[in-house]
């Protein structure tokens, strides 16, 4: 009895200490969006951009482009932010940011 739960404990930690390694190992949470949306919440449309991009950059993705194309908007950038819709259309041309809609 005693030697069958020296065997858990010792294969518990194991199992412990697996998880947490593994954990350090995935990929830190792109949070690039997030900021951006925030940032334009707030009408920081320069930072918005900034993430944005960032974002777009590694994960082309339409609501992110559509979102973009709004903020260039928003600075009188007209050819970028065009260029940005496009991009969201041609991802997914039922691309809108309103909750609910495709």
Known sequence: MKLLLKKWVQSTVFCIAT????VSLLPAQDLSYEKGAEAYAKKDYRTAVRYLREY???KPDAHAFYL???AYYMLNNHPES???FKEAYDLNPGVSLLPGKQ
Do not use: D, E, I, P
Not at 19 to 22: D, Q, R
């Open 82 to 84: 065009m260029s940005a």
């Open 68 to 70: 973009l194309g709004y």
């Open 19 to 22: 998880l947490f390694s593994t």
């Open 56 to 58: 777009v950059g590694r």
